[in-house]
């Protein structure tokens, strides 16, 4: 059962993802019918102010003893750095020796690592992080695209909000959906896909430096329901099919084809979230042509098909019915 909470914070932690931990496990919830946690917020040592960097101080009620018999610690993000703190490094071992759950959000992941909590298992940070985690810890097993990673014992979640969703997830797993529902309509937060569910970052249009592709890119994203070739976009922008392609990746990233799938993904979730319009009609505006098609993309981006993304996600009673 989840009950005892610790969150040892050190120099430079991130106040945003603190915060995130404390509002899912750190609020006296007992007016929702909830039983509250045994929260408690620790440092190296207690009673001494702790610097965010960011010019707030937090003064942590707890040291690292408050770790000792946690059932889940939570690590948020700090700044990162060569070495963290020892005694951090070595309670965080007794407790996954235990068998306490760990839960890092964004940038804590490297504070896992360090205590070499993080080889061998599937795991993840934000985007701008990862690759320095894998070449940090090259027996870890990095996934940038995905917003947590739930591993067992250790979970670990990408930047910012995705630690609202990794600490929801939690919650569902070890207390049910009732639990995990009631904490999200309390923080007006969407509840998060089920466990099963693998869970991707959208990826937003390209903010593009040169005008060319800039113009190009505000077309495509008008006009998704067309057919596109790389040479009929080639010829758009009066360049050779080989020049374009080169500079259309060295632009956003990816291939021309690439994008324009991803794209077309993006305007499918929202459709799906959004409308009751038919799959074979979502298909069509998205320029997949058919559902088959669609079915085809969404699954393999999304991993889910289109339906069980509707019947999870849908925003609207219009679009609830549809399913």
């Not at 060569?82 to 504070?111: H, K, M, N, Q, T």
């Not at 067309?226 to 080989?242: D, G, K, N, W, Y």
Request: charged content about 25%; glycine content about 6%; aromatic content about 8%.
């Amino acid at each position: 059962m989840l009950k005892k909470v610790a969150v040892p914070v050190i120099d430079e932690f991130a106040m945003f993802e603190f915060g995130v931990v404390c509002e899912v496990f750190g609020l006296d919830r007992s007016y929702a019918n909830l039983e509250p946690f045994d929260f408690r917020v620790c440092s190296l040592h207690p009673g001494e102010p702790v610097d965010n960097a960011r010019g707030v101080q937090l003064i942590a009620p707890y040291g690292l003893e408050a770790m000792e018999d946690a059932d889940l610690i939570c690590v948020p993000a700090a700044t990162i750095r060569d070495e963290y703190p020892e005694e951090l490094l070595e309670a965080l071992r007794r407790a996954d020796a235990r068998g306490a759950i760990l839960l890092s959000v964004c940038s804590g992941a490297f504070v896992l690592g360090a205590a070499g909590l993080l080889d061998g298992r599937e795991c993840t940070t934000h985007w701008r992080y990862a690759n320095a985690l894998q070449r940090r810890f090259p027996a870890a097993q990095v996934d940038p695209d995905v917003l947590f990673v739930d591993d067992g014992t250790v979970i670990t979640s990408a930047g910012t909000s995705a630690g609202i969703d990794a600490c929801l997830h939690l919650v569902r797993r070890e207390l049910g959906s009732a639990v995990a529902n009631t904490i999200a309509r309390n923080m007006v937060v969407p509840p998060q896909r089920d466990g099963g569910q693998r869970q991707y970052i959208e990826r937003p249009v390209s903010d593009c430096s040169d005008e060319t592709f800039s113009e190009l890119i505000d077309y495509l994203s008008g006009n998704l329901h067309e057919s596109h070739s790389v040479a009929a976009l080639a010829r758009r922008t009066h360049m050779s099919t080989r020049s374009f392609s080169r500079r259309f990746v060295a632009e956003t990233g990816v291939p021309p084809m690439q994008w324009l799938t991803t794209q077309r993904i993006l305007h499918a979730r929202l459709l799906l979230e959004t409308t009751s319009l038919p799959i074979d009609e979502v298909a069509r505006q998205c320029g997949f042509g058919s559902a088959t098609l669609l079915r085809h993309h969404f699954d393999a981006e999304v991993g889910v098909p289109p339906t069980r993304y509707r019947a999870s996600f849908a925003r609207t009673p219009e679009a609830t019915a549809a399913v």
